[in-house]
């Protein structure tokens, strides 16, 4: 019986072996944001196209964070909490955020509450960061051929630390 529960404990560490010894390579670094390079990238379970593909990117400035690095490979946090792997020819170093409120996110004029409204912004944007100022991020989005540039704060974000100035 003891042999067998030995057997069943080294197939399941096998069978984790791959991602395991993936994360044990990988240089673990302060995370930072980028994006998402083009309208199509892929993401995989470990870092190498041999692992199975995670999921396929179809957003161009898509914002994720940089959690860990294994040499050409990035290990990535989308805006949904998601984690994969995506080489790094594939990112960005332009920055961008995206509304992640389930209520409309307020663009305003300039960083305070008492600011012209600009626009309501929905669920899932995707807008180019341009400044950080306090708790605001001053964005620039394109909509039906018209450009729009204001402020937004940053809870209502994903693409921005919460102490970070720019």
Request: hydrophobic fraction near 40%; charge should be positive; glycine fraction near 6%.
């Amino acid at each position: 019986m003891r042999y067998r529960k030995t057997i069943y404990l080294l197939l399941f560490l096998f069978l984790l072996a791959d991602e395991t010894f993936a994360f044990i390579k990988s240089g673990i670094c302060d995370p930072y944001y980028a994006s998402i390079k083009s309208n199509k990238a892929n993401s995989h379970r470990g870092p190498g196209k041999e692992y199975k593909i995670s999921f396929e990117y179809i957003q161009k400035g898509m914002p994720v964070m940089i959690i860990a690095k294994y040499d050409h490979w990035r290990k990535i946090k989308d805006p949904f909490g998601s984690e994969s792997w995506i080489h790094k020819s594939l990112l960005s170093s332009k920055r961008f955020v995206m509304t992640t409120n389930n209520t409309s996110a307020k663009l305003m004029s300039d960083s305070n509450d008492n600011s012209n409204l600009i626009a309501l912004i929905k669920k899932n944007v995707i807008m180019e960061l341009i400044a950080v100022r306090g708790k605001w991020c001053e964005v620039k989005i394109y909509s039906g051929g018209e450009k729009y540039r204001g402020w937004i704060k940053k809870s209502d974000v994903f693409g921005v630390f919460d102490n970070e100035i720019r």
